[in-house]
């Protein structure tokens, strides 16, 4: 398989159709966030399936929904279901896409989720932790904003997992804000906005620490009907570097081109594992001038990913290093060039 492979295609012809497909090989809801009842709607026939071989190996991923089930995934790996989590631990894949475009500016929900897809593709078991997290927080929040005084020794059993998990997510978060932020800082000034990157957290590494916290806070979280320590409640705060601005301050293009300077650092970080890294890229290029294209095309064949990108016209991929790939996309079918 091609290094590059660029889907191009007429506004509303399927391009990122495509991509979201590939997406969904990821734990989690795909490159659009969209849910399976969703997906499953679009396709007029009420339910999707999506398959595919790993060319350097033996894995089969599959992942569909039913008629009977259209909101709910299941997982296959080489035929037998599974965990959606499990998909981490044979692909890595991130994505960038124009709604991300004001990730800055927007509620930091979006900003967790966009950290953690990053640790994902680094940390296959931050999936399963998230998920274990995310459990453990609905059910303590449900307890909390009940009338009835919630039974001690349950709340002590959800906080025990609230805070191994917990205290797991925010350190491997705040690792990985370190890496990229040493990253960008050891790169050359280039093309793309240098960002400076930190991790707001009052979440303590550890967790007999957090599971004392969140005890401790028991009363407070019951008048708030919610808890109010833990990851997710945690941020990523980014900085101009050339302005010290934060970047919600900053112009929606210099937000981009901060958002694309650390997706590039991210590729380019050691992963001692060998599962295939996928980026995928919804009309990356389309507002990029030629030098900027030329800067972004040169990372990314350094990176070692396997990269999909979508736009209306092959011209601004016309400078693409070999091995490249081209597709085009109408009325939801897909030919290779």
Request: glycine share 6%; with cysteine; proline share 6%.
């Amino acid at each position: 398989m091609a290094t590059f492979n660029v889907l191009t295609g007429e506004n509303g012809a399927g391009k990122t159709n495509v991509l979201e497909a590939i997406s969904l090989f990821a734990p989690g809801r795909g490159l659009r966030r969209a849910q399976p009842l969703e997906m499953a709607a679009a396709t007029g026939t009420g339910g999707f399936a999506i398959a595919a071989d790993m060319e350097h190996g033996t894995i089969a991923l599959g992942t569909a929904t039913a008629p009977a089930t259209p909101n709910r995934r299941t997982v296959r790996i080489n035929g037998a279901e599974g965990p959606a989590t499990r998909l981490a631990e044979w692909l890595s894949i991130t994505w960038l896409t124009p709604a991300m475009d004001r990730l800055f500016a927007e509620g930091a929900s979006a900003r967790r989720r966009f950290l953690d897809r990053l640790v994902l593709t680094l940390e296959p078991a931050h999936a399963r932790r998230s998920t274990r997290y995310e459990t453990a927080l609905r059910e303590r929040n449900r307890l909390l904003s009940e009338p009835a005084e919630p039974d001690p020794a349950w709340l002590d059993a959800l906080e025990v997992q609230l805070a191994e998990c917990g205290a797991a997510i925010a350190m491997a978060r705040r690792a990985l804000v370190l890496r990229l932020d040493d990253a960008i800082t050891a790169e050359p000034e280039g093309p793309f906005a240098r960002p400076l990157l930190a991790y707001t957290s009052e979440t303590p590494d550890d967790g007999d620490a957090l599971a004392a916290l969140l005890k401790d806070n028991r009363r407070r979280d019951r008048a708030a009907g919610r808890t109010l320590t833990g990851p997710h409640r945690d941020d990523l705060a980014v900085t101009m570097a050339a302005k010290n601005v934060p970047a919600a301050q900053c112009s929606t293009g210099e937000q981009k081109a901060m958002l694309i300077s650390i997706v590039l650092a991210h590729a380019e970080l050691d992963d001692d594992s060998a599962r295939p890294r996928l980026l995928l890229l919804d009309e990356i290029a389309a507002h990029l001038d030629p030098l900027r294209r030329t800067a972004l095309y040169t990372r990314l064949a350094a990176s070692g990913a396997q990269v999909w990108m979508t736009g209306t016209e092959s011209a601004p991929f016309a400078d693409l290093p070999a091995p490249a790939a081209f597709w085009t996309v109408a009325d939801g079918q897909v030919e290779r060039v």
